[in-house]
């Protein structure tokens, strides 16, 4: 069954519905020029509030390597998500990474086979030279059939309750991944979209 990551976490309301309603993973964004930036100290009460088996991620962009160690030892953090220009080389000082692309083209999937042993899972995300994630716009799907990648496959970028099963179908994602899909503002969650998206990617009726 596809899993589900419910990004851009700022609050403990929104992640304690999240996990309700049966997210697998929980993204938590350190980056300072996002309107979904949080800073540790929330993070880690939010954390310490959510269930064992719930994943719970770390988002950076391009951040020095002390300061992500720090990060996810002081939030418990369970994976790292790496959204910038981060070098193969910075991926694998680390364990558990999902690697972001941003992709417009088929040639920016290229890429995606350089970092495939050094990191855990790749997260295809759609391509803004205004905003790095969560544009709320999707990419062309069909250009996954040329990418063979051994890795579990994260599908992002505008990914909603309206579009989530010919995404699954189209691509066959390791999960999805939604911050801008699931929001009634930046970092501030809309609780039936929440719930939909969750029961349309999970196949069930949760109240």
Same mark, same amino acid.
């Given at each position: 069954?596809?899993?589900?990551? =419910?990004?851009?976490?700022?609050? +403990?309301?929104?992640?304690?519905?999240?996990?309700?309603?049966?997210?697998?993973?929980?993204?938590? =964004?350190?980056?300072?020029?996002?309107?979904?930036?949080?800073?540790?100290?929330?993070?880690?009460?939010i954390i310490k509030s959510l269930p064992p088996f719930i994943a719970k991620v770390g988002v950076f962009v391009d951040e020095k390597e002390d300061i992500v160690r720090d990060t996810r030892s002081?939030?418990?953090?369970?994976?790292? #998500?790496?959204?910038?220009?981060?070098? $193969?080389?910075?991926?694998? #000082?680390?364990?558990?990474?999902?690697? +972001?692309?941003?992709?417009?083209?088929?040639?920016?999937?290229?890429?995606?086979?350089?970092?495939?042993?050094?990191?855990?899972? =790749?997260?295809?995300?759609?391509?803004?030279?205004? #905003?790095?994630?969560?544009?709320?716009?999707?990419?062309?799907?069909?250009?996954?059939?040329?990418?063979?990648? $051994?890795?579990?496959?994260?599908?992002?970028?505008?990914?909603?309750?309206?579009?989530?099963?010919?995404?699954?179908?189209?691509?066959?994602?390791?999960?999805?991944?939604? +911050?801008?899909?699931?929001?009634?503002?930046?970092?501030?969650?809309?609780?039936?979209?929440?719930?939909?998206? =969750?029961?349309?990617?999970?196949?069930?009726?949760?109240?």
């Amino acid at each position: 069954m596809t899993k589900i990551k =419910i990004c851009g976490i700022t609050n +403990a309301e929104d992640a304690k519905k999240a996990a309700e309603l049966g997210a697998d993973a929980l993204g938590f =964004i350190f980056f300072k020029k996002s309107p979904r930036r949080i800073d540790k100290e929330t993070a880690r009460e939010i954390i310490k509030s959510l269930p064992p088996f719930i994943a719970k991620v770390g988002v950076f962009v391009d951040e020095k390597e002390d300061i992500v160690r720090d990060t996810r030892s002081y939030c418990s953090l369970t994976a790292l #998500q790496f959204h910038g220009n981060e070098t $193969k080389e910075y991926c694998a #000082q680390f364990n558990n990474v999902i690697k +972001a692309f941003r992709i417009k083209d088929k040639k920016d999937l290229d890429r995606v086979r350089e970092y495939e042993p050094h990191v855990s899972a =790749i997260l295809l995300d759609t391509y803004s030279k205004n #905003q790095i994630g969560g544009t709320g716009k999707t990419f062309d799907w069909s250009i996954l059939d040329r990418l063979d990648t $051994k890795k579990p496959l994260i599908l992002s970028g505008g990914i909603t309750e309206k579009n989530a099963k010919t995404a699954i179908s189209a691509t066959k994602p390791y999960a999805i991944d939604s +911050a801008s899909g699931t929001e009634s503002e930046p970092g501030k969650k809309d609780h039936i979209k929440m719930k939909n998206l =969750i029961n349309t990617v999970k196949g069930n009726d949760n109240k």
